[in-house]
């Protein structure tokens, strides 16, 4: 029943959120042949939380044509897990770094987590993306990338879905 539910879901243009769920989980959506999609998770292999996701899992993202988004949440930054908003945007760009070099800069993006999870200094709000997109020109991001990032990977995302052309 659940792998037609996400066929079904993809057949109508909807995304499904594996963020939730679980490893076993999100192998099991990957099952139906959907994009891959994880709207704010990060790379396990920089902060080892239940909620980010393996590099498996990251390459599965990019090889189905999915998105994988940044969260912001602090205690998904830390490799400690720790909810500290010093250092979590130095490990955000960690984490971007390590999702672009497995799931491939085209299926990564910003995700956020604004609506409770702890926020890094720097980054309270929406009105501070600013500064995340300074990091990334700091850090050496081209501005294609930085495009694709902040925007242009989630609208290619909905096209695909969706079918626009």
């Known amino acids: 029943r659940g792998m037609h539910f996400v066929r079904r879901c993809s057949e109508l243009g909807m995304v499904v959120d594996n963020s939730h ?4 989980g999100f192998w099991n959506v990957a099952e139906a042949g959907v994009p891959m999609v994880a709207t704010h998770s990060n790379a396990h292999a920089i902060a080892p939380s ?6 498996a899992q990251l390459r599965a993202v990019g090889e189905s044509g999915g998105m ?13 897990g720790s909810a500290g908003a010093t250092g979590a945007l130095d490990h955000a760009m960690k984490h971007l770094d390590h999702m672009i070099q497995i799931a491939g800069e085209d299926h990564v993006g910003l995700g956020s987590d ?20 300074q990091r990334m020109v700091q ?6 990338l930085i495009e694709k990032l902040c925007h242009s990977n989630w609208l290619a995302l909905l096209d695909r879905v969706q079918g626009v052309d």
């Not at 239940?50 to 590099?55: F, I, M, Q, S, V």
């Not at 604004?114 to 926020?119: E, I, Q």
């Not at 850090?139 to 294609?144: E, I, Q, S, T």
């Open 21 to 24: 769920l679980n490893e076993k």
């Open 50 to 55: 239940a909620r980010n996701l393996t590099d």
């Open 68 to 80: 994988a988004g940044l969260n912001y949440g602090t205690m998904f930054l830390h490799p400690d």
């Open 114 to 133: 604004f609506d409770g999870a702890p926020m890094p200094d720097g980054l309270k709000g929406a009105g501070d993306l600013p500064n995340l997109r």
């Open 139 to 144: 850090a050496g991001y081209g501005d294609v």
